[in-house]
Each structure stands twice: as C-alpha cells, then as structure tokens.
C-alpha cells in the first residue's frame, strides 16, 4: 500500500503518540516536585493541652472619644480654663496713652491683641506653665464658682501699655508664667481663695505643701506674700495693684511660677525670651 504522509490516519497517529509522551514528561516533572516538598516537610499533629481552650474572639465594644474642654464644660457650671484663656488683652482699640519720662513725653500704643501675636512659645507651640491652668481650675472645682482671669499672658507692648512703672519691668505675665484673677462671687474673701491654692499641694511633699511668708519690704503689696518652692501668691488690695488690665474695684490675687517642675529648675524672666518668644502675625 502506498504510504502518503498526507494521510489523515498517519497524521493522526503521530499526534497521538506526541500527546502521550508530552503528559509522560509532565508527569514526571511533578512527582519530581512532589518528592522535592516531602524531603523538607517534617511531619506533626497540632495537639491541643487539656488546659488549652477554644478562643473566642470578643465582640466589639462601643468606645466614645476623649471630650474637649468645651464639651466638658457644657456639664459643669463653669468653663474649664484652657491656656486659651491666657491670651493677651491687648487691642488696637485702645487709645494711646502717655506717661512723662525724664522730661519727655512718651507714646505708649497698645498691641493688637491675640489676633497680632502668639502666646510664648516653648519648641514651636503656644505654652503658659501648666501649674497656673491647674491652681484655676482647682479653684473652680473646689469652690464651683467662676475664676475670673484679669491678666494672662502679656506681651511687651501690651504690658507697658497697662502698667508702665519700672519696677515691674520684669514681669513673668510676659513669659507665660504669671497670671492674676478673682474668683467671681468670692471677691471680699480673697484670703479663703489662698487658703484653697495651699491646699492645693496637700500630700505633694514639704517644699509644696509648707508655705513660707516673704517678709521684704520690696513688694507692691500690704499683705505678705506666700511661696513654697513651686510658686509665689500675691494678694492685692482694692487700693493696690491697679493697672489697665485691673480696673475692677476688687481685691484680687497674682500667681507666679517660680520653679519648673518639668525641667527640674527655677524659672527666670528673660528679656529675650519676652520679647522673641512670640509669633507676631
Ligand atoms: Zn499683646
């Protein structure tokens, strides 16, 4: 018979024949595989101890997010003083004023208030001391009425613009670590409102808790001021103290830091740190 390689059954053939050794080969390849895997299998049952017990995971729980002042505030009678209550209270508003100087007349402008400048800053963010953020609203709490801040922070400007004598030229309002109020609806008992800020110390050690008297005469105060280690307390009379930023007829108190807790050390004005020390928009 005539062998034509054209012939349909002959081509058929030879594929076949393809077909089968193509599967022989990749049959092969993966037992090949396969005895690859068992060689660095190693064999194991995962056993479970008596003590052992199924985990079940919790479902989840509902948390609400931490609140703002403001939030907390609407649930107490009054609100919880921020360093924001700190802000100077200078105002281009105000009028000029001028104070005679060696015989010269002197301009004194006021500052344009918390829209012109910052607070101190302290490593690029706006900072008045913790302490006298605390001292209020301790004040607050105890006494549930209203703490009256007269005079945070002040700038340069603002603070020669409100109280222009020399011997208060280094005054901490300007660093942040000064401040001065009267507790609303306690203002003829100022003295019960030093007793609570003494209180505030009890069980925080002696240098806090024992309070001593400063006795020199180089004060602006009739009354003696108090210190312990962390702060100075003024109380001023209604005759004494007066300034722009207290005009009011009441006697009032002044807090000042005097000792860093955080940094470990005393704390010292320092003109630069007054007057370069603040964003001035
Ligand atoms: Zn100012």
Known sequence: MFRNKNNPIIVLSMSIRILILAILFLNLSCSRRD???????????????????????SLPQKKSLPQYPWEIAQKTAHPVITKEFFR????????????????????????????????PLKGEKEFI???????????????????????????PQHHFYARDEVQNRYSKHMIGAEVAFYVSGMEDEPEKVVELLMAYYDGRGPEYTQFQRYTKSDTDVSTLPWYNKEVFIKLYQPNEGRDFDNRHPYPYIRVQVRYDRDLGKRVIFRWDEAERNILRY
């Open 129 to 155: 001391y913790p302490i006298l953020v605390d001292l209020l609203n301790y004040l607050q709490e105890k006494t549930e009425h209203k703490v009256v801040i007269t005079c945070g922070h002040r700038c």
């Open 35 to 57: 005895e690859a895997q068992k060689k660095h299998q190693k064999a194991g049952f995962v056993e479970r101890h008596h003590h052992e017990r199924k985990w079940s995971p």
């Open 88 to 119: 100077c209270n200078g105002s281009s508003m105000n009028p000029p004023r001028f104070i005679q100087r060696t015989k010269v007349n002197v301009r004194l402008d006021d500052c344009g208030g918390a829209n012109s400048h910052s607070l």
